[in-house]
């Protein structure tokens, strides 16, 4: 007995020493996280990750570097943009001081920022090409157009990444290959712009070339988004006749025209018809809009929603003598606001300097009496500077009319923006009088003068694009495009006025110059 | 009958790698040996016999174990040496045992008082201490190995176990980061910081088993011994989880004798110790007004202050808390069985509101001998932990606008904006409004068979097993009485937490003595696997209030999330001591770790350790010292250890979430690439030497060790930081390496040893210093570089003050203009120009005074007067210098307020704090304002009295002792802030504890 208890314990021993096959004990099966390996195996899992890249041009108009949109700094330092109050995160790019230097925070967020999105694309375009991809179609060629559907989008918004990229740090390290724990670099080159945008026009030729005509689907950009940033590039790459050839195959698509008469939500309610399409519930194309070329989707309480603050930073303190109400369009901290330069752009009957385009006045919380909102010499922290109305929105839920971002849809590109690229490359092609057509079709909606094709001037064009696009486009790139960055910015905005030539870039983020420990990464010139 | 002495030896040596309670040790191998037929005496005529047992110096023992012979009848002396004991006749044997002492037995006849002598027992001076995977007699240990005495743990009533432990032994550095009921943010570290990014806390093994949980749901009471391991040597058993030492807790066990049911019961208060001298409303205002002008006060701040309403909302979120115990244990056993029962219910209610912490224990340790070749073991508990209720927002608390407006008009509901201009600031009482309930439940059963194999003498194999299983559930509801439920209409959380643990050790040891060679080998193979698994649903927008947090089917938006986590370690290890002549003593240990979180191409480590001893004062030579010089040996160690400092899947790229929208608006589930994998990622390793000496004079009067280290851990896992075009900032990597050293002296000493009155004194007193030698950064010529953005520099101790040094205040008469801050008036702050450039740049930047103490000191003296203890405890960690953020220029334009500071005016200047003005330009460079965080802090007094034994004897009571405990008492240091221990200087206070206890036992 006793010895067979003996015999019976030995056994156990060798069992358990024996039983456990350590290389499948210590082998780690991850259940809570997905990984590219198990993603990347079907259209959907494609998909997922496109998501994701879309998320991040919806980032846009998020605070991932700081309280205000993150395009911001595309947007002040220029003619027509400033930032009002004391917020040095902001400084830098405002008043071109020692400030914009190469250890600069948002300066590594938006480079970070722009090659997840670079990386992102890169991982989706180098993986579609395995075979073994279901890619969910009924026949070869729906497979085939599930691919290139997802290239496309993809594609595109890589080139959206590239064309921030290089107006930004200018020469850029050109990465086209997915990077993992392996195959990481530290001996990146910068590649001339002139070669980025070579792969961008490849880029861009085949989200053309894949992209569906119209807009019906809300979730996948017209092909017009792609003609759009090929015109725009063209004309940086000095070629405008292919720039013209771009903007006018999306100017002659029937599915796109511009909102010219009320529409929508507001309709019923006093207004212009240039800001109908502004209006959440307008946005998209199923809601009557056929001037968008590409939206930024988001709704409230809903994952997925997207915490946009252009409202936020462009919409004054009016709050601090004024209650926040969904009228005045919600609470701003008036991060930045147009110049007084951009403000006197206006004629009076112009639509787009109306009081529903331009905060006029307010009531005062203490008496009701009223505040008039006025321009005078930019000095920071003038709460009474007015504001544009574009990015009103506030929550339906009453009690949370103060929350900080927002959640209605915006439109990204506009068709308007397009005209004045066409417009821009008719005048370098010598035809004035064609793109005096396209400009007026834009200041007739908006109850402006029509002009005659002896005043369209680049410096015109420059003028009618910050009256339509106030706020809405990339200032900074649009001038240092135009080579008009220094000037322009030097007459028109006092607080900018230090803008130096060397300021056309911004410095490469020092992290990244530091990181690169296997070749040295040149900065750009005036940052050393 | 057997000769004990002759008999004891072999015993011992059989019995000690299996019985890890030390003091019940010489009880059952003494009665082990009575033969059974004693056990059938008929009962004859009670007698009662009482006595003292002292020590060839005339010290008083306790402890000691005093047993009739043959029966189950027994006990243990008290703290004064005294005994009482109930034999069946006149003919009955007491035998009185105690480690390192000789036992001796004495026929009770018709004595009534015995009054014992115990001798030394030379051959087996000192006492045995818990080594992991066994036991060793100290003068056996050859590494550095500390034993904490849990008497303190009685003297002092602790909450948490480690709380018990700071400033009593030497390199055990331990912090109370924050302040709350529970208490348990306690930062340990054993001989202070190796790694710079991975976790510096011990493992702790509690029964012998790696404990995970949190070290406040340790019962206290519960605890027999705790050993710390310091060195590589002796952790070395637990290899690639003992780089930061190990501490071993074993709890308590039975002794032979009858029943014995104590009762342990303590209530106390606790109020707020300190707080700092924040501005409050009318000095806010003065500054505020006098910083901007009127024009920047809100209606709500100029009300306030015309009708004379400051808010003090410190003082709003405090209340006097309490705490109180009530434990009951039941312990008894005979030779074969040994049980203890304990039952234990703390309730602490914080000094803030609505912080309060419920414990519920019960514990069953039970072991029993199966036959004479195999017994069984368990030490189970269970326990039922309540943490339910938020406090306020001290962090807000302390800064909030005392201006802002706290109660609605009916003087009772908080207010949902506070400060209604500003709707951003919360009200800092709002948590408290929070329906909140959070309770966990955790089973943690060690349960262990040894065998004592009859083929090889000395051979024996023991099956440890552990489980552990826990349940956690967190609920949380935001009604719409709170600022985001009033917006968002209701927000509720839900959590899940489930974690399972188990672990099978196969512990094989052979011991035995070949004439003056002594071996003791030791092998195991190990295995455990966790699993943590985590649901939780976060909702808002409901319909109503009354449902709560039951309601998120009725919610407009619900985002649930998961986690799953699982890793397995498989284990070899192999230990080897010789002992030659019990002077020279040697030992090898070799641990093969393998863990599953380490990168595919390294799933094992091997830690080998080597450790000599010499016990100088058993060879002939040194007996001309004897006089004065008893004990006297010399250790040396050296070995590896690691750090597995990776969690799960921390080797596999890993994907993030990004989610968009999609048709209709519906959430589209997004993921990007956003972790690059390294699959050679393994443990950090570190390497180090120990020299110790352990003393004893005048008879071990006086005794202690003196221990000096130098440590060497390479293969950091740092995030190094890579180019972002590669899509990402960083990968981690094992790069880096750290030196520390440090010294440790712990000493006890018997000051007086009279009749009636005895002073002990115990001093532990450490220090240790660390310094970053690379963190796998290289200029072009290779050497190494700081990392600035990180704050590591290359030298310089792990964690610095670095920044801007804020030398003075410029004065009306300094040169402005021609100085190297031409731009400043003045009253702005003087920056030193560090690297005499005459201007301020960002070379400027250097490290201030330390954070790393230059010493840690903790003294511990015990009066015993007749009945009456006293005890007093000093704790004092020196030569710190810290950031103190309550003191911040007009922050955020004035909408918090700061410590009330004595600003620099023209007319009252000073040369510490600069003119209240906006802070840009007061202070360009956002320089801090440090202040020395060093502090002597009176810790513990105690005050016991134990009723007198005649007293007892007569109400058929073994003890009763009652005591009060004063805990934090006060602090000596220059320290502005909150506290100069804590972290964050704008949280829960630090509190003063009064505390009455009685115990009894039957």
């Known amino acids: 007995m006793k010895k067979s208890i003996y015999i019976l314990f030995i056994l156990g021993i060798l069992t358990v020493f024996s039983a456990c096959n350590e290389k499948d004990f210590l082998e780690e099966h991850p259940k809570d996280d997905i990984y590219a390996d198990n993603l990347f195996v079907d259209y959907d899992g494609f998909k997922n990750v496109l998501n994701s890249l879309k998320a991040m041009v919806a980032q846009e108009r998020t605070e991932l570097a700081g309280s205000f949109e993150l395009s911001l700094p595309m947007k002040i330092g220029v003619d027509n943009g400033w930032a009002n109050y004391t917020y040095n995160s902001l400084d830098g790019f405002n008043t071109y001081g020692v400030a914009l230097n190469p250890e600069y925070p948002p300066l590594g967020t938006i480079f970070n920022w722009l090659y997840r999105a670079v990386n992102t694309s890169n991982m989706i375009i180098s993986r579609a090409e395995n075979p073994k991809i279901k890619w969910k179609g009924q026949t070869s060629e729906e497979n085939e157009y599930n691919k290139n559907i997802i290239l496309a989008q993809a594609k595109l918004i890589r080139a959206w990444a590239y064309r921030h990229l290089t107006y930004c740090f200018g020469a850029v390290p050109l990465s086209l290959k997915e990077v993992t724990g392996e195959t990481y670099r530290n001996d990146w080159e910068r590649t001339p712009v002139s070669e980025v945008q070579l792969q961008m026009e490849e880029d861009l030729l085949f989200a053309e070339q894949y992209l569906p005509e119209n807009y019906s689907d809300v979730t996948i950009p017209p092909k017009a988004v792609a003609q759009h940033y090929l015109a725009e590039l063209y004309l940086a790459m000095n070629d405008p006749v292919r720039a013209e050839e771009k903007a006018q195959t999306v100017a002659n698509n029937p599915n796109f025209s511009l909102c010219t008469v009320r529409y929508g939500k507001k309709a019923t309610q006093p207004g212009v018809p240039f800001m109908d399409q502004f209006y959440d519930g307008n946005v998209l194309p199923s809601e009557g809009n056929h001037e968008v070329l590409w939206v930024l989707l988001n709704e409230p309480d809903v994952v997925g929603a997207i915490n946009n603050v252009m409202r936020r930073t462009w919409i004054n303190r009016y709050y601090s003598f004024a209650t926040v109400s969904a009228e005045y369009g919600g609470r701003g901290i008036g991060r930045a606001a147009f110049t007084r330069w951009a403000h006197n752009l206006y004629e009076a009957t112009d639509d787009r300097f109306s009081q529903y385009a331009i905060a006029k006045s307010y009531k005062k919380t203490t008496d009701g009496s009223t505040v008039l909102t006025r321009v005078k010499a930019e000095v920071k922290n003038d709460t009474y500077w007015p504001s544009t109305k574009k990015w009103d929105w506030t929550h339906p839920e009453i009690t949370r009319v103060s929350e900080d971002p927002q959640f209605g849809d915006q439109a990204y590109i506009r068709l308007a923006e397009t005209y004045l690229l066409l417009a821009e490359a008719q005048l370098k092609n010598g035809h004035p009088e064609l793109a005096v057509t396209w400009i007026n079709k834009i200041r007739k909606r908006s109850n402006a003068t029509a002009i005659t094709a002896t005043s369209v001037t680049l410096n015109y064009i420059l003028d009618e694009r910050s009256r339509e696009l106030l706020t809405e486009e990339h200032r900074r790139y649009t001038l240092a495009r135009t080579g008009t960055l220094i000037t322009r910015t030097k007459l028109y905005n006092p607080i900018s006025a230090g803008i130096q030539n060397f300021h056309a870039l911004w410095p490469i983020p020092q992290t990244i110059i530091d990181a690169n420990t296997g070749k040295p990464l040149e900065q750009n010139e005036g940052y050393n | ?1002």
């Open chain 2, 1 to 1002: 009958m057997i000769k004990k002495n002759v008999n004891y030896g072999l015993f011992r040596k059989r019995l000690i790698p299996f019985v890890f309670l030390v003091r019940t040790f010489n009880m059952l191998l003494m009665v082990s040996m009575i033969p059974f037929s004693l056990n059938a005496l008929p009962e004859l005529q009670q007698k009662n016999v009482t006595g003292k047992v002292t020590d060839s110096n005339n010290n008083t023992l306790p402890g000691v174990n005093v047993v009739v012979k043959g029966t189950s009848i027994g006990l243990t002396t008290g703290i004064d040496g005294n005994y009482s004991i109930s034999v069946p006749s006149s003919g009955s044997v007491l035998s009185f045992s105690f480690i390192g002492y000789a036992t001796r037995e004495i026929t009770v006849g018709n004595q009534s008082e015995i009054n014992v002598l115990l001798l030394e027992n030379l051959k087996d001076i000192g006492e045995i201490v818990v080594v992991g995977y066994g036991t060793q007699k100290k003068s056996d240990v050859s590494g550095a190995v500390a034993s904490f005495k849990t008497e303190n743990i009685q003297r002092m009533p602790p909450l948490n176990i480690i709380q018990s432990m700071q400033g009593n032994v030497a390199g055990l550095n331990i912090t109370q980061t924050s302040s709350s009921a529970e208490g348990n943010s306690i930062s340990v570290q054993i001989r202070g910081q190796n790694s710079i990014t991975a976790n510096n806390a011990p493992l702790i093994i509690l029964d012998g088993v790696p404990y995970a949980g949190q070290l406040s749901e340790i019962n206290p009471v519960e605890i027999a011994s705790i050993e710390i391991l310091k060195d590589a040597s002796s952790a070395a058993i637990y290899g690639a989880r003992a780089a930061n030492g190990v501490i071993i807790m074993t709890t308590k066990k039975g002794n032979i004798g009858k029943p014995r049911i104590t009762y342990d019961s303590y209530y106390g208060i606790e109020q707020i110790a300190h707080l700092p001298d924040m501005m409050g409303g009318p000095t806010f205002y003065d500054r505020k007004v006098e910083c901007f002008g009127e024009s920047i006060l809100t209606q709500t701040e100029i009300a306030s202050h015309n009708s004379g309403t400051y808010t003090d909302w410190v003082d709003l979120a405090t209340r006097t808390g309490s705490r109180h115990q009530q434990n009951i244990s039941i312990s008894g056993g005979n030779e074969k069985t040994n049980y203890y029962i304990s039952g234990t219910y703390n309730n602490i209610k914080g000094i803030a509101i609505n912080d309060n912490f419920s414990r519920y224990n019960l514990r069953t340790n039970i072991e029993t001998a199966i036959t004479d070749w195999l017994s069984f073991g368990t030490n189970t508990t269970m326990g039922f932990f309540d943490r339910s209720g938020e406090p306020a927002n001290f962090s807000e608390a302390f800064v909030m606008n005392p201006l802002a407006v706290p109660y609605q008009a009916d003087g009772k509901s908080l207010t949902l904006y506070p400060w209604p201009e500003d709707t951003g600031f919360l009200n800092p009482l709002e948590p408290v409004k929070y329906i909140n309930e959070n309770n966990s439940r955790q089973i943690v059963t060690n349960n262990y068979l040894l065998v004592k194999l009859p083929f090889v003498k000395g051979l024996s194999y023991k099956i440890n097993t552990g489980y552990t299983f826990r349940n956690s559930i967190s609920e949380n509801y935001k009604g719409r009485d709170t600022q985001s439920g009033y917006e968002k209409s209701g927000v509720s959380y839900v959590g899940n937490n489930y974690y399972v643990d188990w672990i099978v050790e196969n512990i094989v040891n052979y011991q035995r003595e070949f004439g003056k060679h002594s071996i003791f080998l030791t092998g195991l193979y190990s295995a455990q696997q966790t699993t943590s698994k985590s649901h939780s649903v976060s909702a808002e927008g409901f319909p109503n209030d009354v449902m709560t947090y039951y309601q998120p089917n009725k919610a407009l938006l619900i985002t649930p999330s998961s986690s799953y986590t699982k890793t397995a370690y498989i284990s070899q290890m192999f230990r080897a001591n010789y002992t030659y002549n019990s002077r020279y003593l040697l030992t090898l240990t070799a641990r093969r770790d393998g863990y599953s979180a380490f990168g595919e191409m390294n799933k094992f480590g091997i830690f080998p350790s080597i450790a000599l001893g010499w016990n100088l004062h058993s060879e002939g030579f040194m007996s001309a010292y004897s006089s004065w010089l008893n004990k006297m040996k010399i250790r040396i160690s050296y070995g590896s250890n690691g750090n597995q400092a990776i969690g799960a899947y921390s080797t596999l790229p890993r994907l993030s979430s990004l989610n968009y929208l999609g048709e209709n608006h519906s959430t589209s589930i997004g993921f990007y690439p956003s972790v690059l994998g390294d699959p050679s990622l393994n443990w950090e390793t570190t390497k180090s030497l120990n020299t110790g000496l352990d003393f004893g004079f005048l008879k071990s009067r006086i005794q202690g060790s003196i221990d000096v280290f130098f440590s060497h851990t390479y293969d950091l896992l740092l995030d190094k930081t890579i180019s972002s075009v590669n899509g990402t900032t960083t990968i981690r990597q094992n790069i880096g390496e750290t030196i520390n050293r440090g010294f440790e002296l712990q000493v006890s000493s018997i000051n007086v040893a009279k009749n009636n009155f005895k002073w002990t004194t115990d001093v532990s007193l450490s220090k240790y210093h660390n310094e970053i030698l690379n963190v796998g950064l290289t200029d072009s010529t290779g050497k190494y570089i700081d990392d600035i953005g990180n704050r590591w520099f290359v030298g310089k101790p792990v964690d610095v003050n670095f920044g801007y040094v804020l030398e003075g205040i410029w004065q009306a008469d300094d040169d402005i203009a021609n100085s190297y801050m031409p731009a400043a008036n003045p009253g702005d702050v003087k920056i030193k120009d560090v690297n005499k450039d005459g201007a301020i740049t960002t070379d400027d930047r250097t490290i201030i005074g330390s954070l790393v103490p230059s010493y840690t000191l903790g003294i511990t003296n015990i009066f015993i007067y007749k009945n009456f203890t006293f005890t007093f405890f000093v704790y004092a960690l020196q030569g710190i210098t810290r950031r103190n953020t309550l003191i911040e220029l007009s922050p955020w334009n004035y909408r918090h307020q700061t410590l009330d500071i004595e600003f620099w005016t023209p007319e009252n200047r000073n040369n510490s704090y600069p003119r209240n003005y906006m802070a840009s330009t007061v202070n360009p460079y956002s320089a801090g304002f440090l202040e020395n965080a060093s502090f002597f802090r009176l810790k513990d007094i105690t005050f016991s009295y134990q009723f007198p034994k005649n007293l007892l004897d007569r109400l058929n009571i073994n003890r009763i002792e009652c005591y009060i405990n004063a805990k934090n008492l006060g602090t000596l240091t220059k320290w502005q802030g909150l506290d100069p221990e804590l972290n964050s200087q704008a949280a829960i206070p630090l509190t003063r504890t009064f505390i009455f206890g009685i115990r009894l036992e039957l």
